[in-house]
């Protein structure tokens, strides 16, 4: 049984990461506009490399949950017939011990320099202006995909969904495309779908089945039940 799980930023919430739209559509007190577009960066991007450095300082902090850990949990036993999609930048499932991971929204611990496309581990605030450890210019971004451009591994993603036989969606709203329209992907193929999550999303509709509550008491429930099915 091939298993794909998408994430979104309500399977962090209990770790202390803040979701988006929880929020009254702000993130962290910002706009989505002011801090996450292009447009904010070419305008003000003192502003939006000191909204990233305050979030991967934040990160540092957090731990994985039980959510994350049954995930990992999850591709020990099943191996590569788990992929997990991840909508968030922050880390948390490879602390937790997942492999198969896809950052489709780029990762807060990695720069991208704007002059020679080279990615990098970032090493200080990019505030600070650090130079790019591959060509030297003092060009970085970080390594996330902002509203307006493209997200990462998005072929990959259509042959895993085409493959699956289940898709489960996990703390995400499904107010952000494409990765909002996964289930359709998946479902079109026959695989069977699952939305965890707090309360309905806005595209609950769509799922075979929905199951609400916190991502820590559901997803490992979830977990169990996928493994005792195999056993
Ligand atoms: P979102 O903030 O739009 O929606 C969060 C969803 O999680 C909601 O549907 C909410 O009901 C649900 N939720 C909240 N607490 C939960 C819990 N304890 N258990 C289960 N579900 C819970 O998030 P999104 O759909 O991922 O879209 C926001 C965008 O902002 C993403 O693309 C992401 O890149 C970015 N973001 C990332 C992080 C992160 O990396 N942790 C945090 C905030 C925003």
Known sequence: ???VVLTGAGISAESGVPTFRDAGGLWEGHR???VATPEAFERD???VQ???DQRRHAVARAEPNPAHDALARLERELGDDLLVVTQ??????EQAGSRRVLHMHGELLQALCARCGARSPVM???L???PCPTCGERMLRPDVVWFGELPYHLDEIDEALLACDEFAAIGTSGAVYPAAGFVMTAADWGA?????NLASSEIAPLFDEVRHGPASIVVPAWVDEVLAARA
Do not use: K, Q, S
Request: a negative charge.
């Open 88 to 93: 968030n930048i922050d880390g948390l499932h």
């Open 32 to 34: 989505v506009e002011d």
């Open 50 to 52: 000191r909204f990233y």
């Open 1 to 3: 049984m091939r298993i």
């Open 128 to 130: 600070e202006r650090p």
């Open 124 to 126: 200080a605030d990019l």
């Open 45 to 47: 991007p003192d502003t």
């Open 192 to 196: 069977h779908t699952i939305e965890l």
